[in-house]
């Protein structure tokens, strides 16, 4: 998955020391990120900087976050703009409320850097991809990252961005595949249904053609050996 390099993040917390670490871990990875203490400074900034991406702390002694995505709703060049909540708050009702107000994703305080630049870079890429217009992209052809959550004899069962539509022809590069020696094979997304995951993610079925009885043992035994690369 692509890094966060040169991708403008506005960063909305009160807490000066969430904030010092959470912009090391972004900018640790190549993001630009700036500051807002507050809902009113986020608003002025969001009009000013154009990030990319807002992160969001939720409670402030005047606004709330809350107010911010209720606020976001209403404006639809700031509804373009994905944001994810960074709250301390596990409470049910919020992470409800605040996902049922646009928010792209949640992550709890406190965090693992790991996961907080995992959800970033997801929720950048669905978003980039939700931006195209398909009917006018009838004969592009464009690049996704994808995790392969599991392999069969017959396929891959991979998670990403979008919902690829039955059987369509795909090219897959993963090592996974050069290591089986199959990377020529054949690969077309099943007639099963895409499984939605929330928060901009899908499971979809590929099916294999073309694979030899050698590539297909080769497989067998490495899941025999759960040993799977991604």
Not at 27 to 42: C, K
Not at 57 to 68: A, M, Q, V
Not at 88 to 117: E, H, Q
């Amino acid at each position: 998955m692509p890094s966060l390099n040169g991708t403008k993040i506005l960063l909305v917390e009160d807490v000066p020391d969430i904030r010092l670490l959470t912009r090391k871990v972004i900018e640790g990875d190549g993001g630009i990120v700036r500051e807002a203490d507050s809902i009113e400074v986020a608003e002025k900034l969001t009009s000013e900087y154009s990030p990319n991406l807002i992160l969001l702390d939720l409670s402030f002694s005047g606004k709330s976050g809350f107010d911010f995505l209720e606020g976001r709703q209403k404006d639809q060049d700031l509804k373009k703009i994905p944001v994810i909540v960074l709250s301390g708050s596990k409470d049910k009702d919020s992470v409800s409320r605040a996902i049922a107000l646009g928010a792209n994703d949640y992550i709890l305080k406190p965090f693992r850097s790991v996961t907080l630049l995992q959800k970033l870079r997801r929720t950048l890429l669905g978003n980039s991809v939700q931006k195209h217009t398909f009917e006018e992209m009838l004969t592009a052809t464009f690049t996704l990252s994808a995790d392969i959550r599991q392999m069969s004899e017959g396929g891959l069962m991979l998670e990403c961005p979008v919902k690829i539509a039955p059987m369509q022809e795909l090219a897959l590069e993963s090592e996974l595949l050069v290591d089986l020696k199959g990377s020529n094979a054949i690969l077309r997304s099943a007639e099963k249904i895409s499984k939605y995951l929330g928060t901009n993610r899908y499971i979809n079925h590929v099916i294999f053609f073309g694979i030899n009885d050698l590539i297909a043992k080769k497989i067998r035994t490495r899941i025999k050996e759960g040993k799977k690369k991604t």
